[in-house]
């Protein structure tokens, strides 16, 4: 009997298999139609977040090299 029980579990793997097949390629082609609709927006809103993330990064890299200036010229008057 344990012949059987083997052929059972792996049939019943590869009809798992199977299935997660399917549910993949419809969960891709659902994404290529919702796709067109949002497109242009989200990358409008992605550009504009980047800008934003960009513009905070400029602010803390301006903020920590005038106090490297600084921390230079101390070292020098020392």
Do not use: W
């Not at 399917?22 to 550009?47: F, T, Y």
């Amino acid at each position: 009997m344990p012949r059987g029980r083997s052929t059972f579990n792996k049939r019943q793997k590869e009809q798992a298999r199977r299935q997660k097949q399917l549910d993949k390629a419809e969960r891709r082609s659902q994404r290529k139609q919702e796709k067109p609709e949002g497109g242009v927006d989200d990358m409008r809103e992605l550009r504009e977040h980047a800008e934003e993330q960009a513009a905070l990064f400029r602010v803390g890299t301006d903020e920590s090299s005038s106090d490297e200036a600084e921390d230079d010229s101390n070292g020098i008057d020392q």
